[in-house]
């Protein structure tokens, strides 16, 4: 029987990172990542596989920091625990006194009749999966994408630059729904300007066909013919292994863990999608599935793993996304207006906009809009959206920074800032500020 | 006699934000805002009307907004005070019920024997004498840059693109020495690449030429034949006004100021780079000039004019400044390794490389570096320095926002980023986070 101290089971990027993290740590302790597949994918690269990058296997996640690090791979699934060993499909029985469970999440297919006909896709993150499904797309000519968050319009993005004829499916009244709808129309725009179709407020209650899909039927009886579909209707964290290990979780939320990751099991931790998370407003469960979220949790389990060396408070699941449709790019960190409406939050709201370059004729420049929510009451920033150029993707982590601090819009009114002509907005409109001022305006008048 | 609530000396950033802050504040008050110049300049695009932009008058701040929050615009000189008065040259006095002294900072000219010569100049924020030099410059083949600081190697930059034989000398042993060695090293070569010759250690002792430059004498005796020279040594605060006005002052540091830019007379207010500066780490006098401080000023003094509203703890210049030369952008805030080991301050250094796009073979990918200053014992983020793409402009921001919150090595560690394919690094590889375990790996060897 082999011998490990740390077992990390999943090979996504929160068993990497924790894997790393674990050998920076204890740099003496023997470990082994076990994962499925041979080639795991960069789970947010996926939807460019399909016409940015040439090939799905450009999106490999590439293993050299493991083996530089001297971690050990094995490509097998583990199928059973008993106390401090598991069991592997292919390779007998592994002992450990640390077991880390990464297996993150899977997407959801909903119920819908005639899902099993061929070309029918999810996105799953799978190199195999994915070749075929780009083989099939490439010859297929109308493609229905049912979901519009940020992977379906991702994907849609992607496809109509591959002048594929595109529609896309949203059952919620904008697309983008974790973004407010002033945002979610602008994604809008932008993929019917390029030529695909969106429909909200409707889902697919059928799919058609003999063999292979030749057309989809909305639940208001419309009939759309198309020769593809691929299903983006988000991810359940994979309990597969909780189940067989008899640790505590919660359906279609994950397994239960402390604000250590640390499981209903003594030296079992659990992190990344397949671990139970907490809203950071709320402390409710929190839906919000992403890589940098998961690799923050791998790096605290790997410095923890023996005793708890890294502390924290728990703040729970900000949930900071960006993303990129045509030429402009979206992103958002904490509270939207309308979540801030649905779950009763007080709020103020401050705009503002500007051009990313200053003077604005410079080369590059485009508008760029910041939308801030603040608590009326406490003055702390909740949440930002942002859309613009390509910098947006780093300014929504100032902002996420700012609220994890619980900044008020005093702290950010006296910001020190760096501003400079070829790569911000002017310091008079730089529009974080400017729209903390917006909301300061807001209070000044009550 | 004129009346006015509100009177603003100066028209630059650091006057029309305080114009605009006041006006958000008071609404009902009058306010005027008397300058000497009919069209102040962007402080910060002055280097880019020398080739980027096409005209110097592109680079004018706007109007717009004071006329749009209806602050009246004298354009006149302020020539004396008598208590609640001030005495224009062209417009007799004025009464005020709050003054603020907004009249900035003026270039400086080191005693060389010769610098009265035709075709030496300054960089002035004066339009007409920019006009005139760019006229000149763009007559001119071999132009001498006397200071590689941030402008001097801006306005190399640009003149090398604009196919002028270049030459820049620094007197300290690299250039932006604001800037840890390694990237003032890094803009050097990219600036030789580009055909400039770069001397560092050096300064200009004796300028030749009859009524105009034919050459300059380094201080080693070394000639060196030039048709324009361009000073860029820095500039010292405009105190003028201080001097006229009797306020206190402290001789090439500013008019003294307490927390809330108050000066030593009642109803007095001094903004930007007239008034003194105070280092964020050590207290002492800070010679950082940005227009992006003077703005966080104009807001604090705009909404303090009549009751203190705006609390804050005062927290000193942090000094964040971002640049781009060739197509590498640079920034740094706060403490560099070079001004911890000058200052005495206990450090521990984090490096990170990354490539900001994943996979790295995603368009317009270029690779990132960031080198982060802890304080060992207190393990608080003190400084930050990145080279890279554009988005090291906002990435900067990050840094800063960290800095001023005191965020430690663990908070950075657990920090909850967004990330995209198209517009960040890969969580594994997000180099703020990276460089903050690298000098934690430091610290576990200890």
Partial sequence: MKQYDIVIVGGGPA??????????????KKIVLIRKESKPLIPCGIPYVFHTLNEVSDDILPDNPLIASQIDIINDEATGKNDHKITLANNGEIAFEKLVIATGSKAIMPKIE?????????????????????ARIQEAEKIVILGGGYIGVEVADELVKAEKNVMVIEMMNTILPTMD???GNKVKE???????????????????????????ELDDGTKIDCDLLIVSCGFRPNLELAKKFNLVYEEGKGILVDAYLRTSEKDV??????????????GEFSNIMLASTAMAEGRLVGSNLYSIKTIRQYPGVLGTFSTKIGNIAFAVSGITEKRAKARSLDYTVGIAKAVDRHPAM?????????K??????????????????????EMINIMSVM??????DIDIYNLQIGTHPLLTASPIAYPIINATVDAIKKWNKC
Same sequence: chains 1, 2.
């Fill in 362 to 370: 410079l080369p590059d420049a485009s508008e760029i809009t910041v």
């Fill in 372 to 393: 801030l929510i603040f608590s009326t009451y406490s003055h702390t920033l909740m949440g930002a959206q942002i859309m613009g150029g390509n910098s947006v993707g």
């Fill in 114 to 134: 005639g899902a099993d006909k061929e070309n029918v896709f999810l996105i799953k993150k799978d190199k195999e999966y994915l070749k075929n499904m780009k």
């Fill in 190 to 216: 932008i993929l019917e300007k390029e030529g695909a179709k969106v429909i909200t407020g409707k889902s697919i209650q059928k799919i058609y066909g003999n063999k292979s899909i030749t057309g989809v």
């Fill in 15 to 28: 068993g990497v990172t924790c894997a790393l993290s674990a050998k920076n740590t204890y740099p003496d």
């Fill in 269 to 282: 931790f659990a992190i990344g999608d397949c671990a139970a998370k907490y809203d950071f407003f709320t």
């Fill in 181 to 183: 709808d002033e945002f």
């Fill in 403 to 408: 609220i994890l601090n619980k900044m008020t």
